[in-house]
């Protein structure tokens, strides 16, 4: 079970990182969309803080795609266009950096498979010290513009498809 000792590695090195009084990551509300049945790429969305100090992501992996890269959207010539971010997403205590819509994100590029609502997948990011950190992410409806919130996980799910 790759994933198994996946797990078991990365909890030994969370350890050993909390031990050594480094600074740790967290990833929070990850969600990404569905895509279309012929979609190349998908996206996914989540917010980054670091309790002390600071790191840098600096790219990932995940099995539904062929490459993870870290885009951002620029303005150019009045159309918004997404770019891969030179060096890195920055990520400072006290200020968590958020990876959303129309701003910045992470692209999977070359889809396996149609990402499916309501399924999930995992993500791997590699930060510059602190190294992988693997996250669930929740693919929520076509349009969805953040996570679902905490507290409605039952009985709103057709809402989080809508496009407002
Ligand atoms: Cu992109």
Same mark, same amino acid.
């Given at each position: 079970? @790759?994933?198994? %000792? ?5 909890? +030994? =090195?969370? /350890?050993? $990182?909390?031990?050594? *009084? ?10 990404? @969309?569905?895509? %279309? ?5 998908? +996206? =996914?969305? /989540?917010? $980054?803080?670091?309790? *002390? ?112």
């Amino acid at each position: 079970m @790759r994933t198994f %000792a996946h797990r078991l590695f990365l909890s +030994a =090195a969370v /350890l050993l $990182l909390a031990g050594a *009084a480094q600074a740790e990551i967290s990833v929070t509300s990850p969600f990404s @969309r569905a895509s %279309a049945p012929t979609a190349k790429a998908g +996206a =996914a969305f /989540l917010t $980054l803080s670091i309790d *002390a100090g600071s790191d840098k992501l600096l790219g990932g992996s995940s099995p539904v795609a062929d490459k993870v890269e870290l885009h951002t959207h620029l303005m150019q010539d009045g159309i918004a266009k997404m770019r891969p971010v030179d060096g890195g997403i920055p990520v400072t205590a006290g200020t968590p950096t958020e990876l959303k819509p129309g701003g910045l994100h992470i692209m999977l590029i070359g889809l396996k498979a149609p990402l499916k609502q309501g399924e999930s997948f995992p993500l791997t990011l590699n930060f510059e010290k602190a190294g992988a950190v693997s996250v669930n992410v929740p693919v929520q409806g076509p349009g969805a513009k953040a996570p679902m919130a905490e507290h409605d996980h039952g009985g709103h799910g057709e809402h989080s498809g809508h496009q407002h």
